[in-house]
């Protein structure tokens, strides 16, 4: 049996204000099987956006192991979970947080020359997932000429530049009208079920969740399946 892509075992989340400490997460644990589309839904400050940054490895949990794809993260250096990043995971944010002087193909070839990719395999490489998203007559226009349903296709064709094996996405659709939404929406779960990627997705939008293969409920620090 092949390792999951994500687990997560026991992990807390501790933060200090001032005398007081809040316990953020307690004791979650999560797995991700390959191909496998998550939602995680729950209150506003109830801790999932710090459960994604801690299984992508953008903070270090209190107590608990990230492991991914069969590898310990915890005691691994700063560095070594930056390339770990770049290579296994895709990230996908509520804004789309694109580079505003480079083109839409420009931002999702970034990905591909901070792997090593040269600049011709860069450019075909982007160029096939702008095109897969919609986006072939957009490719050279700026983030400020793309609508908001365009600029978060860009975001997601650079998540998914590296192929990374985990796709993490932080209210992916929040800003966006409800049939840009649906549309961007669709669109993510067809590329993570065509490449494999297992995919953690935290909505506020429970129809959406509905479309993935399941839904966990982050709250009071503890993590449960729903529906």
Known sequence: MSEPVLRLSGIGRRYRQGAVEL????GVDLILEKGSITALVGPSGSGKSTLLHIAGLLERP???????????????????????????????????????????????????L??????????????????????????????????????????????LANEPALLLADEPTGNLDPS?????????????RETGAAALVATHNHDLASRTDATLELSQGKLRAIG
Do not use: W
């Open 114 to 159: 901070l792997a090593g990719c040269g600049r011709g395999g860069a450019v075909t490489d982007a160029t096939a997932l702008l095109d897969r998203l919609g986006l072939a007559g957009r490719r050279s226009h700026r983030p400020a000429r793309l609508s908001g349903g365009e600029q978060q296709r860009v975001a997601i064709a650079r998540a």
């Open 180 to 192: 840009t939404s649906d549309a961007v929406f669709a669109l993510l779960l067809d590329i993570c």
């Open 62 to 112: 209190s107590a608990g192991e990230v492991v991914i794809r069969g590898r310990a993260c915890n005691r691994l250096s700063d560095k070594a979970r930056t390339l770990l990043r770049r290579d296994a995971i895709g990230f996908v944010y509520q804004f789309h947080h694109l580079l505003p002087d480079f083109t839409a193909l420009e931002n999702v070839m970034m990905p591909r």
């Open 23 to 26: 316990d953020i997460l307690d």
